[in-house]
């Protein structure tokens, strides 16, 4: 059984910085590709950052959509049960529900193929 827990969200300003957490657990989640979406009221869940599962490729690899690259970093423990992201130069668009997702999804990107969960947690950033 895997579990998917968030935490870290809040209101911020427009230029500030947030660390969300993910923790993840279950005998093989340190396999896992770890992922975060985010979903604003109205909008459909969208990809932000994927990092892949340290023991299946030695190196805890990682990927973004374009519109937080340059802003936004993931990173993984050594462990592989905690994900961490780093959002900075944040903008009033980057609020959404952000929720971390887990599993062996093809493609990473998308949500569809994510079986794991959190409940989310919320990012607000004003103006």
């Known amino acids: 059984q895997v579990h998917v827990v968030e935490s870290g969200g809040g209101l911020v300003q427009a230029g500030g910085s947030l660390t969300l957490s993910c923790a993840a657990s279950g005998r093989t989640v340190s396999h896992y590709v770890i992922s975060w979406f985010r979903q604003a009221p109205g909008k459909e869940r969208e990809f932000v950052a994927a990092?892949?599962?340290?023991?299946?490729?030695?190196?805890?690899?990682?990927n973004y959509a374009d519109s937080v690259k340059g802003r936004f970093n993931i990173s993984r423990d050594s462990a592989g049960n905690m994900v961490y992201l780093h959002m900075s130069s944040l903008k009033p668009e980057d609020t959404a529900l952000y929720y971390c997702?887990?599993?062996?999804?093809?493609?990473?990107?998308?949500?569809?193929?994510?079986?794991?969960w959190g409940q989310g947690t919320q990012v607000t950033v004003s103006s």
């Open positions: 990092v892949r599962g340290i023991r299946a490729y030695g190196f805890a690899s990682s």
């Open positions: 997702a887990t599993g062996t999804p093809v493609p990473y990107s998308d949500a569809r193929k994510y079986v794991y």
